[in-house]
C-alpha cells in the first residue's frame, strides 16, 4: 500500500515570488507519483507525473517537481507564481501494478498581489 | 477533447432518499473511479471499475454500490442517504493507473 502526505494545508505567497509545495510518500514497491491542481469550482487536472527516468519533471504552467527516492519526496515548485495559480494542489501515488491511486490532503495555494 | 461528465453539479436530497449520481466518459477508457472530497481529507475512494460489470471497493465503500453496465458509464448509487454523506463526488476515468486520470466537474450533494 502507498501514503501520501502534504504537511502544508495552506500556503500563501505574494505574486511573482517562488513557491515549493512539499510531498512526501510511502511505498513498499516503485512508484508513480503525480501532482493535480483544482481551480475553484472544477475538477482535478493533471499539472505534472513522474513515472521513471529523470527525476526532475516538467509540467504545464511551469511547475516542476523533482522526485528524490532516498527523501521520500516530490515536491513542486514554480519560481514566480501568478495570480491565476490560485487553487489547490494534490499529491497522488500509486504502485507497480496497483491500478488505484492515493491522494494526499491537498495544498491550498493563496497568491496575495 | 477528452471529456468526463457528470448528471448533475448540485443535487440536493432527503435523508433516507437513494441517489444515483452518474458519470459517463467518451475516451473508452478501462478504468473508471468514484472519489469523495472534503475539506482537510483530500480525496477517498469510494469504488472503482476496471471494466464492464467488475469493481472493487476503495477506501469508504460502506453506505456505497456502483453500477457499471457499459463500459463509459459508471454509477455511485446512495440507498439510503443520510447526512454524513453530504460532499463533493468526483468521478475519474483512466486507461492504466500509471496514465492520468481524467476527471469530471463534481457534483456537490447536500443531504438534509
Redo the contacts between chains.
Sequence with gaps: AQSVT?LD?QVPVFEEAPVELRCNYSSSVSV?L?W?VQYP??????LL?Y?SGSTLVKGINGFEAEFNKSQTSFHLRKPSVHISDTAEY?CAV?GFG?????????TRLTIIP | DVK?TQSSRYLVKRTGEKVFLECVQDMDHE?M?W?RQDP??????IY?S?DVKMKEK?DIPEGYSVSREKKERFSLILESASTNQTSMY?C?STV???N??F????TRLTVL
Design positions: 502534504q494545508s508513480y503525480f493535480y469550482n472544477q475538477g482535478l487536472q493533471l507525473k513515472l494534490f500509486t496497483n491500478e488505484k491511486l492515493t491522494f494526499g490532503t491537498g | 468526463v478504468n473511479f472519489y482537510g481529507l483530500g480525496l477517498r475512494l472503482f476496471y476503495g468526483l475519474a492504466r493507473s500509471y492520468e486520470q476527471f469530471g466537474p463534481g
